[in-house]
């Protein structure tokens, strides 16, 4: 059975006038969207570190910007730049994963993870064991250390707010106090830019086609975990270890407007969504203001205008990376860390030309397939099956090159 969040990791926990912050990953599209909402409340913030992979421009221009304190490049080699950059300031400066990972040590109030990739698992878990607010963006972290990550929040007394659209969807409506009264979780997808595209006309896509999601302004990674639908199935992995309930009542539904975010039905057949314009803003400016709701002036919803919503069932032949990920889930042990690391190499493989679009599931499939399934009991043990996972898939696609 997967063990789930309960009402007391997510009970509320008093928060001080000034709230020390730090975003993990502010200059992605999750960071910079976070700190667009703190700057727009800047007298209720003090923002202690932020983080980038090399954009040492951006993250310099964020540090000066919001006054922070530390300012971390996980790309050790841009270091020296971003020295250069914050020379005539105050600010603090590291580099390195030994620095990105005691950065998220650092005692804050709240912290957003929203680095890509299961390079976030390490500093995220640095930040749960402070015991602070954790806003989760980075779902993969979840998937390739769902257990550990859960085991820590519980140990330290961590508090874990999705901010993934769907699960802070969720999140909102479901009433952790009669689970057992809850049917089914529905996660809802937009089905990415090839919904209506045939399994033929996919194998001939684009990166720029693949990039540009109808609904959502994303980094490039989610984007094309959209567009192949991954992202869904990561998104399955992440709400079974959020939510206390069993995959087989996890289901998802494509629902292509993007304006229901997810639902939670219940047994006396209520279903009970949250909805909004689709807007990043909305979840995290929740996580943001929990256990208060935020002022923020996100596009209010205009039903008239949507006029419709429609929803179909998703097409499996065409979008395999649902059943690789619910099969993944059901396996347990390494599997899903498997998943998550061919799927990363794989993705990057497409956006740099080495594979067709088609590829990127096969990849997976074809890693999970060589893969042995382990138990995992560590993060040294998640860190090795990431790494073999990477370097069976590596392989692999360079036989589809
Ligand atoms: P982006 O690619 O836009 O940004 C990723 C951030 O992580 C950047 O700050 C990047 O730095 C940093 N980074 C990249 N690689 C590393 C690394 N190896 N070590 C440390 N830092 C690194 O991603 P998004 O903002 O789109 O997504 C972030 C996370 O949030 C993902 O897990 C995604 O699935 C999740 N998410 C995103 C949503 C969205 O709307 N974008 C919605 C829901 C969830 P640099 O800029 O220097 O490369």
């Given at each position: 059975m997967i063990t789930g969040m309960g009402a007391n990791e997510f009970s509320r926990k008093p928060r001080g006038e000034l709230r020390r912050i730090s975003v993990f990953g502010s200059t992605g599209s999750v960071g910079i969207n976070t700190l667009e909402l703190v700057a727009a409340s800047a007298e209720e913030f003090q923002v202690e570190v932020l983080t980038a992979n090399e954009n040492v421009a951006l993250l310099a221009e964020q540090a000066k910007k919001l006054d922070a304190k530390l300012a971390v490049v996980a790309n050790e080699a841009y270091f020296g730049e971003l020295k250069d950059l914050l020379s005539d300031t105050e600010i603090e400066v590291a580099g390195g994963q030994k620095a990105l990972i005691e950065a998220g040590s650092r005692d804050v109030d709240w912290v957003m993870a929203a680095i890509v990739g299961a390079a976030g698992l390490?500093?995220?878990?640095?930040?749960?064991?402070?015991?602070?607010?954790?806003?989760?963006?980075?779902?993969?972290?979840?998937?390739?250390?769902?257990?550990l990550v859960l085991d820590n929040v519980r140990k330290y007394g961590a508090t874990l707010l999705p901010v993934d659209s769907e699960h802070n969807a969720i999140f909102q409506v479901l009433d952790f106090n009669q689970i057992d009264k809850v049917e089914r979780l529905i996660l809802t997808a937009s089905g990415g830019p090839f919904l209506n595209l045939s399994y033929e006309e996919m194998r001939l896509v684009s990166r720029e086609q693949a990039l540009a999601h109808p609904n959502w302004d994303m980094g490039a990674k989610i984007s094309i975990d959209s567009a192949t639908m991954m992202n869904k199935g990561l998104e399955l992995i992440e709400a079974a270890h959020l939510f206390p309930l069993p995959p087989e009542q996890i289901d998802i539904l494509v629902h292509p407007q993007s304006i229901i975010h997810s639902m939670v039905e219940y047994r006396d057949g209520s279903v009970l969504s949250q909805m909004?314009?689709?807007?990043?803003?909305?979840?995290?400016?929740?996580?943001?203001?929990?256990?208060?709701?935020?002022?923020?002036?996100?596009?209010?919803?205009?039903?008239?205008?949507?006029?419709?919503?429609?929803?179909?069932?998703?097409?499996?032949i065409r979008f395999p990376a649902l059943r690789l990920a619910r099969n993944a889930l059901k396996t347990g042990k390494s599997a899903p860390t498997t998943l998550n690391a061919a799927n990363e190499v794989a993705v990057k493989g497409f956006l740099d030309g080495e594979l067709g679009f088609l590829d990127i599931c096969s990849v997976v499939e074809e890693t999970l397939q060589r893969s042995k399934i382990v138990e995992l009991n560590s993060i040294e043990d998640i860190v090795d099956i990431d790494q073999l996972g990477r370097e069976q898939a590596l392989s692999i696609v360079k036989q589809f090159a």
């Open positions: 390490a500093p995220t878990l640095a930040a749960i064991q402070t015991g602070a607010i954790i806003a989760l963006a980075n779902k993969e972290s979840l998937v390739c250390g769902g257990s909004g314009s689709p807007n990043m803003k909305t979840p995290i400016s929740y996580t943001l203001g929990w256990p208060d709701r935020h002022q923020f002036n996100a596009d209010r919803l205009d039903l008239a205008k949507v006029g419709s919503l429609t929803f179909l069932n998703p097409d499996p």
